[in-house]
């Protein structure tokens, strides 16, 4: 009845210490072949490629960026980008609180920028196996105004009162505009209003695989950007350290995700 597999990464797929155990590598292998299992994630591209390594889907396509982003072995199949007249705002607002300013980072496709390694950037870069570039934001946002860009993700991090005034901006300016999730009081992740994980799945499936239907979709997550997608698709499964709001659409719930969630439950549903 099920025919391809959706899966959400950090705090879903990946196990203790943000790494595929061995158990979730021994399901995907042995399942592959017949049932296409594809990665979707708030993550950028390249921090998603050493994971479809081990795990053996490097020809399968990817959502990345929370459906900002869709790629097949480096073929762009879809992209949505936040304009970039809302980024220069965001980041004259942060330029102007001085000593109160914010981690902002802007992505697009495989570029990462942020204006320090600080704190949260290395953070980052520890979690996703990734290094980013060192440019102020304000000089990223003079070159995608003359490479006519914008951007697929932007992460802002800091103090909760600090985020919490960002969100408020946001939200007051741009709401018709963006997506704005809050998956840690210090963090926001901000995608463009028009995309989101259902989406990307829809989008892909019409390009990639136009014989499946969204009732033939089984797809795991665990946060607030996963809610739609588990809701909507024909099996939806939260892992049981999911977000309460994730586990009432979801058909199923399965283990933690420090204890093997998905690949149990691969294991039961394709025997």
Not at 28 to 40: A, G, M
Not at 123 to 148: A, D, F, G, M, Q
Not at 170 to 184: F, G, I, P, Q, V
Request: hydrophobic share 40%; aromatic share 8%.
């Amino acid at each position: 009845m099920y025919k391809i597999i959706f899966t959400d990464i950090d705090g879903t797929l990946l196990g203790p210490d943000r790494v595929l155990t061995q158990a979730t590598i021994d399901q995907v292998t042995r399942i592959k072949e017949t049932i296409p299992f594809i990665l979707v994630s708030s993550r950028m591209p390249k921090q998603m490629y050493h994971l479809q390594q081990d795990l053996g889907i490097l020809n399968t396509p990817l959502i990345a960026f929370n459906g900002a982003y869709i790629e097949k072995e480096s073929e762009v199949i879809h992209s949505s980008e936040i304009p970039i007249s809302i980024i220069k705002n965001l980041v004259l607002l942060n330029e102007k609180a001085g000593e109160n300013k914010i981690h902002i980072s802007l992505f697009n496709a495989n570029n990462w920028y942020v204006d320090s390694m600080d704190y949260w950037a290395k953070r980052e870069e520890t979690n996703t196996k990734i290094s980013p570039e060192i440019k102020p934001n304000s000089e990223v946002v003079t070159l995608w105004e003359k490479e006519n860009k914008g951007a697929h993700k932007i992460m802002c991090m800091g103090d909760k009162l600090l985020i919490d005034k960002i969100y408020k901006f946001l939200e007051e300016n741009y709401k018709d505009a963006l997506h704005l999730y809050r998956s840690k009081d210090t963090y926001i992740e901000i995608a463009s209003k028009e995309i989101s994980k259902l989406t990307g799945i829809k989008t892909l499936l019409n390009c990639c695989y136009p014989t499946y239907n969204l009732e033939e979709v089984v797809a795991f997550g665990d946060n607030y950007n996963d809610e739609e997608m588990i809701g909507a698709v024909g099996h939806g499964v939260a892992v049981d350290n999911a977000r309460d709001e994730v586990k009432a659409v979801a058909k199923a719930i399965t283990q933690h995700h420090k204890e093997d969630g998905v690949a149990n439950y691969l294991k039961i549903l394709f025997k």
